[in-house]
């Protein structure tokens, strides 16, 4: 029985001069394992292997990033929120039960390349409008959490200095450098790239693409 990745093979042995000089990006290490098997047999004789990346292999090459580990950016999260405003900060204890879902916001935000001063500004405008009060003294609680909306954006750009001085990355940090670094990418790599087997892209995704 054929396969996709079969018809693809057959159309990149019939117009490239060399399948080994080819770059395939695929969404799985899995994926491309499927894909090296496919061309194994269509070979038929031992060839160079053309370079298979699964699509966050090769967003981390045109980065020139690696990804942080989960226990990194944990840590380096809270160092920036240290770091920003002073305001009374929270322990780290206390910080983990939210610290989790602040850096699966700031991943999303740079996954699709959302403009992340405008996004704060606003979140930061409505939490001081949800909890304006006609009293002229708010609470220390209520001074805190406003602190923290308005120090959202500095704790965010600090967060991702700090990892990107050590060559380090979240995911989305690392798709967002690697769309701006596509030209540099480009300079040094003339390979045909191709890519197979997406759907649903996320902004960067699509724009390096």
Do not use: C
């Amino acid at each position: 029985m054929r396969t996709f990745i079969d018809d693809v093979i057959d159309k990149v042995w019939e117009e490239q001069p060399s399948i080994s000089d080819v770059i395939f990006v695929l969404p799985s290490k899995r994926a491309g394992t499927f894909l090296k098997d496919a061309i194994s047999k269509k070979a038929g004789k031992t060839i160079f292997a053309p370079i298979v990346y699964s699509i966050e292999e090769f967003v981390e090459n045109v980065s020139g990033l690696s990804y942080a580990t989960n226990t990194e950016q944990v840590f380096e999260l809270y160092t920036a929120y240290l770091q920003t405003g002073s305001y009374q900060k929270e322990t780290f204890d206390t910080f983990l039960t939210w610290g989790e879902t602040l850096l699966q916001d700031f991943n999303e935000v740079d996954r699709y390349l959302v403009d992340a001063k405008a996004l704060f500004s606003n979140i930061s405008a409505i939490q001081e409008i949800n909890h304006w009060s006609t009293k002229s003294e708010k609470t220390v609680l209520i001074e805190n959490y406003l602190s923290f909306w308005k120090n959202i954006l500095p704790i965010y750009n600090t967060f991702n200095k700090n990892l990107i001085n050590q060559g380090i990355g979240h995911q989305g940090l690392v798709y967002r450098q690697a769309s701006g670094n596509l030209n540099n990418y480009l300079k040094k790599k003339t390979n045909t790239h191709i890519f197979l087997g997406f759907n649903a892209l996320n902004e960067a995704e699509s724009r390096i693409i």
